[in-house]
């Protein structure tokens, strides 16, 4: 999508789009409020600004649909579509490795009350499986802080792979 048809698009379409982007309603609004952009890098530059304020409640708030690492994500919405292929790596992991990230997924799910979130595009599951792990032993401020970290960094790719500059051919 270029940038200027996310500019020209209603207020609640223009709000779905952003919303596969990161499920974080106050998020969402202040992104759409301030079309138009100039860029995508002023965009970007906005959103990692106002991800850089998230807060516990915003995690939650996000992860209320997402789906676990290692499970196929449902729906056949936008959102489940950038889940799936941010999930690609998965497709060819050994059974001992999906094992092993579904035991993690349960843990931490006991441990911190929420599903476990990473970055998961360019990463293989091995690399997400010892992150589970390790993530495991972090205290419950430390995985917060992480958890928004990879949330902020999820929306940005996929703002990066939703949204394109218009070129001068297309003005």
Do not use: C, K
Not at 120 to 137: F, K, T
């Amino acid at each position: 999508m270029l940038l200027t048809e996310l500019s020209a698009l209603p207020e609640p379409r223009a709000a779905e789009v952003v919303a596969v982007w990161a499920a974080v309603p106050t998020w969402v609004e202040a992104i759409v409020a301030a079309r138009p952009y100039g860029s995508r890098e002023a965009l970007e530059s906005h959103a990692a600004s106002l991800a850089a304020r998230w807060t516990r409640a915003d995690l939650d708030a996000a992860l209320a649909h997402h789906p676990r690492i290692g499970e196929r994500p449902r729906g056949t919405g936008e959102e489940a579509a950038a889940s799936r292929s941010e999930q690609a790596s998965m497709a060819d992991a050994e059974a001992d490795v999906t094992t092993a990230i579904a035991h993690a997924n349960a843990a931490y799910e006991a441990r911190f009350g929420r599903v476990f979130l990473i970055r998961a595009a360019g990463r293989s599951p091995e690399e997400m499986l010892a992150e589970a792990r390790r993530r495991l032993h972090n205290d419950d401020e430390a995985e917060v802080r992480e958890a928004l970290d990879q949330l902020a960094q999820i929306a940005l790719l996929r703002l990066r792979t939703t949204i394109e500059d218009a070129t001068e051919e297309d003005a």
